[in-house]
């Protein structure tokens, strides 16, 4: 028995779909968008279509979201920007 679930999602995407990297492009804006309350879906539909369809990209904006809304703690922020920076 197959599943065709997961291939009739991709075949129905939607046509104002922008793609994983329109939507990474100006992810951090649409993310500030969202903090602040605004609209964001209605001034990028695109992205919004994207964003509910693509589950990497919707786990970048979730993550990025959470970090806009609640950032860590100024010791944990400075340690983490050591390690993306490659320091220790």
């Known amino acids: 028995m197959s ?6 999602a991709f075949l129905e995407t939607d046509p104002a779909d922008v793609g994983c990297d329109e939507a ?3 992810l951090h804006i649409y993310v ?3 903090a602040s309350g605004e609209d964001a879906a209605a001034r990028y539909p695109g992205v919004a279509a994207h964003l509910s369809q693509c589950g990497p990209c919707g786990d970048d904006f979730d993550g990025l979201l959470a970090l806009a809304t609640d950032p860590p703690a100024e010791g944990l922020r400075r340690r983490l920007g050591r390690k993306l920076r490659g320091g220790r």
Do not use: A, K, P, Q
């Open 32 to 34: 500030e968008l969202v």
């Open 3 to 8: 599943d065709w679930s997961e291939l009739d």
């Open 24 to 26: 990474i492009r100006i």
